[in-house]
């Protein structure tokens, strides 16, 4: 279920789409929808059915943690004591979110790095995450660092100068691993821009496993379903 596809977007309530849902008796709804806390909604009205949110606003995105965290163990191992940064739109972004929860929850130390104005205070009082403001640094302390794009669609004011000196002082560059002088593994969700935040000579390097990432969503989306569907047999 995506909300821009459906009669939502042409003006059916989320209650409304409920009852059609419920009228079709189906076990189970993945559902990515712009507002935040989408699912929950639907998982309170619709008991029975097994709701995957695939992305609600600004909120989370489990799936997207949950093949991240897939990853990073397929890749350098067990999570418990990794320093895993994640760099970019932290603000805006539902995977950092959900990153931050799983990862805290597996024994990962986790930072964040980025501009002031895209990191939330939340981040650091409620969630307990290192913030570094210098990327440098941050990079050296990290064993992975999770690339995150910057969401201009979801900001309604202008949070720092311009790409391009957002990619001067927070873009991943080749000239920049090379000072650190450290092998991180280099991770991103996707969509990437590639020049602002990270550089295609990085995304492109042996140091990336984006597209390992994008293999394992695969799999891990197939095990949620697999487990929920299992779940819907056995009642």
């Known amino acids: 279920f995506t909300a821009s596809g459906s009669s939502v977007s042409k003006g059916e309530t989320l209650l409304d789409t409920v009852h059609n849902i419920l009228s079709m008796k189906v076990d ?89 104005t895209l990191i939330s205070p939340y981040i ?41 000196e957002y990619n001067l002082a927070f873009g991943v560059t080749k000239k920049l691993l090379e000072e650190v002088n450290k092998r991180i593994v280099i991770m991103h969700p996707g969509p990437i821009n590639r020049g602002v935040e990270i550089d295609s000579d990085v995304a492109d390097s042996d140091q990336s496993i984006i597209l390992q990432q994008v293999e394992n969503g695969v799999a891990v989306r197939m095990a949620v379903l697999y487990l929920l569907a299992g779940k819907k047999a056995e009642s």
């Open 28 to 116: 189970m709804v993945v559902m990515r929808h712009s507002a935040s806390g989408a699912p929950h909604f639907l998982a309170k009205h619709l008991p029975d059915t097994a709701i995957v949110n695939a992305g609600d606003g600004i909120n989370e995105h489990p799936t997207q943690a949950l093949l991240d965290a897939f990853s990073i163990q397929e890749t350098i191992g067990d999570l418990a004591g990794k320093k895993i940064l994640l760099i970019g739109d932290i603000m805006h972004s539902r995977v950092a979110l959900s990153n931050i929860y799983l990862l805290k929850k597996m024994g990962a130390e986790v930072m964040v790095s980025g501009p002031p």
């Open 124 to 164: 650091k009082e409620a969630l307990n995450v290192q913030v570094e403001y210098n990327l440098k640094k941050a990079l050296q302390w990290c064993d992975v660092a999770n690339v995150l794009r910057i969401q201009l669609e979801r900001q309604s004011q202008v949070l720092f100068s311009s790409l391009r």
